[in-house]
């Protein structure tokens, strides 16, 4: 199973929006409205984001938000803030009765 | 207070075999799915492995399959990864998590580490 596809880096400045893609096929991304979206800090584990393509579990910002159109989904941060500055994965289940992670997405706030 | 605590990793040789733990408090743990997740050095996520709620269901990543073991033991708490055969590639922080019925690691360890080295 291929990891998904995100961009290696996105950098925006503070009070922006920036979009991370995360591409996949119909066996993952396309096949299922289960697409999850972590984000990490350095040293840190992982924390969900965004599940169900564009639910935000309790306590996570309304500046996170995603969404999905075929094989692709996507996470938007908009009002982006310095401490937004980390690690983005995305994940999907699989046709395989699997999971896949995206290859992740670095997040530079300049 | 929902908690889950790793413990296990530590430095084996190739070919080696390790078992982890994940004591797991604050929800009711065997209700949800369970999973591991690791992190190469400078590296991004990977799934290894989930299980289900009542042991019977439990997949693999290829990576791993044959090599690793995914259990649990509801009366205490706990998931476990077996692993043998290591090999550098092992080589990782492994993060337990619980796998929500949306396919999502809502909760996550803060990790062991384990080196596969000679």
């Known amino acids: 199973q291929s990891a998904l596809t995100q961009p290696a880096s996105v950098s925006g400045s503070p009070g922006q929006s920036i979009t991370i893609s995360c591409s996949g096929t119909?066996?993952?991304?396309?096949?299922?409205?289960?697409v999850s979206w972590y984000q990490q800090h350095p040293g840190k584990a992982p924390k969900l984001l965004i599940s169900?393509?564009?639910h935000r579990p309790s306590g996570i910002s309304d500046r996170f938000s995603g969404s999905k159109s075929g094989n692709t989904a996507s996470l938007t941060i908009s009002g982006l803030q310095a401490e937004d500055e980390a690690d983005y994965y995305c994940?999907?289940?699989?046709?395989?009765?699997?999971?896949?992670f995206g290859g992740g997405t670095k997040v530079t706030v300049v | 207070q929902v908690l889950l605590v790793e413990s296990g990793g530590g430095l084996v040789k190739p070919g080696g075999s390790l078992r982890l733990s994940c004591a797991a408090s604050?929800?009711?743990?065997?209700?949800?799915?369970m999973g591991w997740v690791r992190q190469a050095p400078g590296k991004g996520l990977e799934w290894v492995s989930y299980?289900?709620?009542?042991?019977?269901?439990?997949y693999y990543a290829d990576s791993v399959k044959g090599r690793f073991t995914i259990s649990r033991d509801n009366a205490k708490n706990s998931l476990y990864l077996q692993m043998s055969n290591l090999r550098a590639e092992d080589t990782a922080m492994y993060y337990c998590?619980?796998?929500?019925?949306?396919?999502?690691?809502?909760?996550w360890g803060q990790g062991t580490m384990v080196t596969v080295s000679s």
């Open positions: 998590a619980e796998y929500g019925y949306n396919y999502a690691f809502d909760i």
């Open positions: 604050g929800f009711s743990f065997s209700d949800f799915y």
């Open positions: 299980i289900g709620a009542s042991d019977y269901t439990f």
């Open positions: 119909s066996s993952d991304v396309g096949g299922y409205n289960y």
């Open positions: 169900d393509v564009s």
């Open positions: 994940s999907s289940p699989t046709s395989r009765s699997t999971l896949v």
